[in-house]
Antibody, heavy 119, light 113 residues
Framework: QITLKESGPTLLKPTQTLTLTCTFSGFSLSTSGVGVGWIRQPPGKTLECLALIYWDDDKRYSPSLKNRLTITKDTSKKQVVLTMTNMDPLDTATYYC???????????WGQGTLVTVSS | DIVMTQSPDSLAVSLGERATINCKSNQSVLYSSTNKNYLAWYQQKPGQPPKLLIYWASTRESGVPDRFSGSGSGTDFTLAISSLQAEDVAVYYCQQYRSSPHTFGQGTKLEIK
């Protein structure tokens, strides 16, 4: 059974850096074809794919946010970390960690963590 | 980016009746070398993460009731619920995973009439 859990700050001030950790179980990020990503959803709005990292360390970023995002993995700890710099109130959203297998859809999701950016 | 557009934005259907949600992409999500449509449907209930219902446009995820079905190819897709149940009230999203960034539709809110 695949599980993913997001952790990180719930409240940030504008210009601060967000660091989120996804801790997962039930799969290995060293297995060929496996990927872990971050999706966000502002309140009442649709979903936006931020970043993905794959078993071979290939990384994909949202073009509109590429300059602010960094995704890394620690295979032994079973963790994926997302950092987003220069946070703005418009970045207020629920951030989800997701699992992806061999070019497929996002088949497992964490419960999500709400991050609020406010002065 | 591939733009995904769903219709309608909201839908009210009577219990036991059929519900249909459409999704259109501005570029084909059919990959010729695999002959697969890289299109998924998700269901999101309030306070919960999205749940994968359908992938490859028409393959039901394990455990998803067979009243849910997906169809379409290329740029036009449909999610159908054959006989609406109370527990199907949710927001439904389509998503393309053909090319990065993987993009979602704006969502369709399904309610009981």
């Amino acid at each position: 059974q695949i599980t993913l859990k997001e952790s990180g700050p719930t409240l940030l001030k504008p210009t601060q850096t967000l660091t989120l950790t996804c801790t997962f179980s039930g799969f290995s990020l060293s297995t060929s074809g496996v990927g872990v990503g971050w999706i966000r959803q502002p309140p009442g709005k649709t979903l936006e794919c931020l970043a993905l990292i794959y078993w071979d360390d290939d990384k994909r970023y949202s073009p509109s946010l590429k300059n602010r995002l960094t995704i890394t993995k620690d295979t032994s700890k079973k963790q994926v970390v997302l950092t987003m710099t220069n946070m703005d109130p418009l970045d207020t959203a629920t951030y989800y960690c997701v699992h992806r297998l061999t070019y497929g859809p996002f088949d497992s999701w964490g419960q999500g963590t709400l991050v609020t950016v406010s002065s | 980016d591939i733009v995904m557009t769903q219709s309608p934005d909201s839908l009210a259907v009577s219990l036991g009746e059929r519900a249909t949600i459409n999704c259109k992409s501005n570029q084909s999500v059919l990959y010729s070398s695999t002959n697969k449509n890289y299109l998924a449907w998700y269901q999101q209930k309030p306070g919960q993460p999205p749940k994968l219902l359908i992938y490859w446009a028409s393959t039901r995820e394990s455990g998803v009731p067979d009243r849910f079905s997906g169809s379409g190819s290329g740029t036009d897709f449909t999610l159908a619920i054959s006989s609406l149940q109370a527990e199907d009230v949710a927001v439904y999203y389509c998503q393309q995973y053909r090319s990065s960034p993987h993009t979602f539709g704006q969502g369709t809110k399904l309610e009981i009439k």
